[in-house]
Each structure stands twice: as C-alpha cells, then as structure tokens.
C-alpha cells in the first residue's frame, strides 16, 4: 500500500499489503535522492508500469527501481 503522508513530513511511503504496521520503504530514508517536498491535498500515489507517480505542487514525481552501477 502507498501512501502520501503529511503528518510526519512530507514523505511517499509503501507498506506491506498483509501487515500494515511493517513500513517498507519512505522517501524519508535517503532524502538527499528522494524528497517529494510538499504535495497537493487529495493526491493519491498512482502504480502503473512498475513506477510510483506522485503529483506534488507544481511537479510529478517518478519513483522506480534504480539502475545497478
């Protein structure tokens, strides 16, 4: 499950769909890469294509795998 969440900063998290308590990624964790910066209220997080996409004020933001060195 993918959440936009305000409360604790801004940060585009993903949790486990059998355990929503286990919190598996944030953008938080390395914010120097992965900082959403503010968001529009009523934004949802779309899945398609393997990709997150996060509308935020004024952007959309991608998030995918990353590229191995």
């Known amino acids: 499950m993918w959440i936009l969440d305000q409360e604790k900063g801004p940060a ?3 949790y486990s769909a059998t ?3 286990h919190e598996l ?3 938080g ?3 120097g890469r992965d ?5 529009d209220n009523f934004c949802l997080p779309t899945i398609a294509d393997g ?3 996060a509308g935020t004020t004024g952007k959309l ?3 995918g795998l990353l590229g191995r060195a």
């Open 29 to 31: 964790q390395d914010p």
């Open 19 to 21: 355990n929503l308590a």
């Open 51 to 53: 990709r997150v996409f």
């Open 61 to 63: 933001i991608i998030y």
């Open 12 to 14: 585009l998290r993903a």
């Open 25 to 27: 990624y944030n953008t």
């Open 35 to 39: 900082a959403i910066g503010g968001y």
